[in-house]
């Protein structure tokens, strides 16, 4: 476990599924995991995270927007009461905005949703981010045309492709743009020969690793509600897949991390 830093993971969520999440992490932490990223999907839960989990050294958090029907809606107000959380947080806890994006799957021509004002609510959020100085983590599900245009207009901002779900074709229009990919437990399944096509051609110092727990346990947990540690068996996968030696890696990735999120790794 030591070294293994899960960079996208959903504390309380975890929680709410039957895993008492306190004594979960202080296991992981006290095995060697080096950290997590605690993603926020609504513009008033940072404040709530950072009580329950804040006091732990290894826990750093985003905050940022899910594309709901409701939050589109409301997008102004949303990121507003976002930017007022935020500018609350505790200094140095705060290491990205998001996730936010576009959902094409569930934000279609058929669900009413005004996708304009689906893009609207992304843009208003890499704003945030570059005034901030902070790295976006996004969320993009069938649209990576969509999301690929709007990334572009904001070209001082970093962004992490979180749960990357596309092929080589699209990651390196994303590289490009300067993008890290982060793979999830995705990739070690079966049927995902894109994602594994992906990981071979993606440069190492773009290489990032998550859960998105507690949805996606890789193998052989797959249908199991996923924890931070879970991690482990997609940097192990990525290892083999590679033909990389594992310490190589987990000391490769906490760079990246380190690089893109600007968290201090130097006591891990
Ligand atoms: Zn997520």
Redesign the pocket.
Known sequence: MKGIFDT?A?LSMIDKRGIAIIPKITELFASGMAGIID?GTEADDLTKRIAAYGDFSKIWFSAGIWPSKESIENRYEAVKKLTDEINQAAPGKLAAIG?CGLDRHWNNDSSGVNLVHEAELFSLQLDLAEKLNLPVIVHSRDAPEETLAVLSQFPRVQSII?CYSYGPKEAEQFLALGSYLSFSGTLTYRNTENLKQTLAMCPKNRLLFET?SPYLAPLPFRGKTADPGMTTETYRFAAEKLKMNWEVLKKQVLENINRVFKIDLSGI
Do not use: K, L, T, W
């Open positions: 996208h959903h993603i996730e979180h998105d």
